[in-house]
């Protein structure tokens, strides 16, 4: 079974500033897709950005990216220019040939003013 | 874009009672369409996967007699709380895929339930 891990549970950044979130994962699937999604106090789920496992290039979203390593299996989600309307629970998440969503336990990310 | 409407968006009711959440895709059309449970501070855990038309696909461990799911349409899915118990207390996640399998999912609003 697939398995997605957040091994940070809480950080916290500067408004402006720059910061990464880690995500690894373990498949045995050669065609998935890894997600990041943003989950505010509202709890609403809203995607943040999608990568394509079969894409070499890294998916970007304005002030969001990521560094997808498919060797190391490892998704990192980096967010600039950071604002006050980032602070949210941040899950990564794994979907393969099931179309199952897989997600990590998640981060909280605090952005400060 | 793509929208999930679920309701209601809480609800409190006593033990022993059951509890209809529904799910709604508002501009398109889903066949598939997930529910999820989330404890405090936790993950999103997949109960269940509801097809248009046939019979839900409940993950392990659980009950498909508690969590009835009914997908009547292509825009409805309902997931029903049977006999709720306090342990039931949760928030309640639906989702939906607009478009075909790579598409990314539409999550609902959320449903938090508190049994009494």
Known sequence: AQTVTQSQPEMSVQEAETVTLSCTYDTSESNYYLFWYKQPPSRQMILVIRQEAYKQQNATENRFSVNFQKAAKS????????????TAMYFCAYQGGSEKLVFGKGMKLTVNP | GAVVSQHPSWVICKSGTS??????????????MFWYRQFPKQSLMLMATSNEGSKATYEQGVEKDKFLIN????????LT???AH???SSFYICSARYGTGNSPL???NGTRLTVT
């Open chain 2, 19 to 32: 509890v209809k959440i529904e799910c709604r895709s508002l501009d398109f059309q889903a066949t598939t």
């Open chain 2, 106 to 108: 539409h999550f609902g």
């Open chain 2, 81 to 83: 709380v049977t006999s």
């Open chain 2, 86 to 88: 306090p342990e039931d």
């Open chain 2, 71 to 78: 997908h009547a349409s292509l825009t409805l899915s309902t």
């Open chain 1, 75 to 86: 998704f990192s989600l980096k967010i600039s220019d950071s604002q006050l309307g980032d």
